[in-house]
């Protein structure tokens, strides 16, 4: 006979040699509470904007598939995400019946309302994308498709946000172009603004990225939903993949954690709101990743979420109001909500009331955004956030834009409850004046990595612009240990003895909150918990580490810069791509030099990576005046060197804040940085202090 021990060790051995098939294990619904709709009514609808809107329900024991009737005209859905798009096309009321089934239960909802208004003014057409899914790519394979839209007037500029790393979006033709760094399912948002109705439209739409050499992918696409205090389950799948595959996960809500070997999540939320979530899985070669929300209401009797699937990006100095409005606003409160937020860009505004999104943004950027509701009858509170795009005005995409923080070491220990660690350091740019640096008494400090913050609120950091530090009192768990230097703009930070929920290997998002200032970077994690730039960074960064000014008299000045530069899109071609750099006192030009004639570049694949990394540099330059004395960038490590002579520089002030901005081919990167005088006509981004 054999023991119950000796039967575990067989069935082991028949796993690992794959003679047993694994079937997902599924949860009754007294385990994780009642599959039941969230979804009690549908967004209005407008004929003047394209639909999108999303079937919820919460507590399935399997993958849900819907069934929808009595849509409006012009409207349609996906079975199998309950995702409702198009562009309704008769002004009405309707009422809808659907149907949902988890496997194991089957659940009906009928005559939920729909409205479908003519806002806008006569019920014109407004643009509509004519996709509802993107062309699969390839790692490592060239790809290439474009975006159209019908009904719209033009012209229009493309946005989007999301994309798989080494594919970016030409915002004025709308070719999606490049070649795939990242294997996984990208869910891109993709936006369009239709300058001759003022129209601005946003959707989402899955990319699959497969690896070089195989078909793996994941075959879950969305998540389940929950509720604050009720168990919950759901579990992950993949297909195509070489051996055991391991699970990891990055945002989920507080309260949740996953099985790395079974990709089964469970827990109790204990937050409510709507979370973006990145996933990945690991087989024999490779790691894969999808982004997907996940919704949690406050109660098992609560219906309160966000309604939120998406928003278009903003453009500079484009107007973000629209008919109907853009709202981020909750559905099916019982009382009168109250909205706030915190981290909208300079020029927009969010309506406490209402929810909407208005205003003309400033500044460039990607901007991280905390949205709060709440509802005045029974208190329930909701959080979002979301990384909210900025645009330049001939649009693109969020990889474009350019973070001015550079991880130089990081590493992440997970996994060992009580023992997990997060160290790293960095080098940000930011504007140090007197009057506007940041200041550790009034101003807060936040580091993140996926869902994992370290917070050093207002008054905490010690000592002086040369080291600020703050340290978690003795005896404190974890222990925190932050040192901010102002005056060289570096920045250290280590947390230990924690438990951190983030997996590895995979790219994790790492997000950084100086004052009023945000920084978002995504980041490549190794199965050691390794950050290595530069090749790792999964979006572009740019700062400037050290740099000297000497503007003293006519053909005499010069420029030293010491950069950082991690472009996963970034390409150079000899004597073809320009090569250009501008010093900026706002608009008004410091210096420009074009020196496209004199770039050379040389090319080789990293054997590590299969990421194709650049030489780039320049030839004597045989210009009298505005010369460039050296130019030289290796991709491999993100490193650049850039000095010019022989100018005539004209610094607006004993602190002045600059632009920096270099061109790369099509690629614009650009960031700000303090110098300092130091003595007549001698500047320093080292600042004065002690």
């Known amino acids: 006979m054999r023991t119950r021990a000796g039967l575990k060790r067989l069935l082991r051995t028949a796993l690992a040699a794959g003679l047993i098939a694994v079937r997902p294990v599924i949860a009754g619904t007294a385990d994780n509470g009642t599959f039941r709709f969230l979804t009690l009514s549908l967004p209005d609808g407008s004929t003047n904007a394209e639909y999108v809107a999303r079937l919820l ?77 993107l062309p699969n790519g390839t790692v490592g394979v060239a790809y290439s498709t474009i975006l159209t839209v019908t009904n719209g007037v033009g012209p229009y500029t493309f946005g989007a946000v999301d994309l798989p790393p080494g594919i970016t979006l030409n915002g004025r033709t709308g070719v999606l172009s490049g070649t795939p760094l990242t294997p996984g399912t990208f869910f891109c948002g993709l936006s369009v603004y239709d300058a001759g109705e003022n129209n601005k439209v946003v959707k989402v739409v899955p990319l699959l990225v497969e690896p070089a050499a195989s078909a793996f992918q994941f075959t879950t696409r969305f998540l389940n939903n929950g509720e604050v205090g009720t168990v919950y389950w759901d579990q992950w799948s993949t297909s195509g993949g070489t051996g055991p595959v391991g699970f ?56 309160l979420y966000w309604d939120f699937f998406g928003l278009p990006t903003g453009f500079v100095g484009i107007s973000y109001a629209r008919q109907p409005p853009i709202l981020v606003a909750a559905k099916n409160n019982t009382g009168s909500m109250t909205y706030s937020a915190v981290g909208i860009p300079a020029g927009m505004s969010y309506s406490t009331n209402s929810g909407e999104l208005t205003g003309t943004p400033i500044e460039v950027g990607e901007y991280p955004i905390t949205f709060t509701a709440r509802d005045g009858a029974t208190g329930e509170v909701l959080t979002l956030t979301v990384d909210f795009v900025v645009l330049p005005p001939y649009g693109g995409d969020a990889s474009s834009i350019s973070t001015n923080l550079w991880v130089t070491t990081e590493k992440l220990k997970t996994s060992v409850p009580a ?149 996963p899109n970034f390409h150079y071609e000899s004597r073809v791509s320009t090569l250009r750099v501008r010093i900026l006192d706002g608009a008004n030009e ?101």
């Open 248 to 303: 990891g996960a990055s945002g989920l809500p507080p309260g949740l954690s996953v099985d790395p070997a079974a990709g089964v999540v469970s827990g109790s939320p204990t937050v409510a709101g709507t979370f973006s979530v990145t996933i990945s899985a690991t087989d024999n070669t490779d790691t894969i990743s999808t982004n997907l929300q996940m919704v949690i209401v406050p109660s098992s009797t609560s219906n």
């Open 590 to 690: 410091i210096l420009s030099k074009d020196f496209t004639a004199l770039g050379t570049g040389t090319t080789r694949t990293d054997p590590k990576t299969g990421i194709a990394v650049y030489k780039v540099k320049a030839s004597k330059d045989p210009a009298n005046t505005d010369q460039l004395s050296q130019f030289v960038f290796l991709s491999s490590n993100g490193k650049m060197t850039l000095k010019l002579s022989r100018l005539r520089l004209v610094v607006p002030s004993t602190e002045a804040h600059l632009g920096v901005e270099l061109t790369i081919g099509d690629r614009i990167y650009y960031t700000a940085v303090t110098f300092f005088e130091k003595r007549v006509g001698s500047f320093t981004t080292t600042m004065p202090g002690r």
């Open 419 to 567: 023992k997990d660690s997060w160290i790293g350091q960095g080098i940000w740019n930011a504007d140090r004046r007197t009057a506007t640096r940041f200041d550790p008494l009034t101003d807060a400090l936040r580091l993140q990595i996926g869902s994992y913050p370290i917070d050093v609120p207002p008054g905490s950091l010690k000592g002086t612009v040369k080291n600020y530090r703050y340290v978690s009192p003795r005896g404190h768990v974890p222990v925190v240990n932050v040192q901010l230097s102002l005056v060289k703009q570096t920045l250290k930070w280590a947390v230990k003895r924690d438990g951190i929920s983030e997996t590895v290997p995979g790219t994790l998002r790492h997000t950084t909150i100086i004052g009023g200032r945000g920084y978002l970077l995504d980041e490549a994690f190794n199965a050691q918990g390794v950050f290595k730039p530069a090749l790792a960074y999964r979006k572009t960064a740019f700062v400037v580490s050290k740099g000297a000014l000497k503007a003293v008299a006519a053909g005499k000045d010069s420029v030293t810069l010491s950069l950082y530069l991690a472009d």
């Open 57 to 133: 329900t919460a507590n399935a024991d399997g993958p849900v598939v819907f069934t929808i009737t009595g849509l409006a005209p012009g409207m349609d859905y996906d079975p199998a995400s309950g995702f409702i798009t198009g562009r309704p096309t008769v002004v009405g009321n309707y009422h809808v019946d659907i149907t949902a089934t988890d496997g194991i239960n089957t659940i009906t909802q009928n005559n939920v309302p729909l409205k479908v208004n003519a806002a806008g003014g006569g019920g014109n057409a407004g643009a509509t994308f004519n996709v509802n899914s």
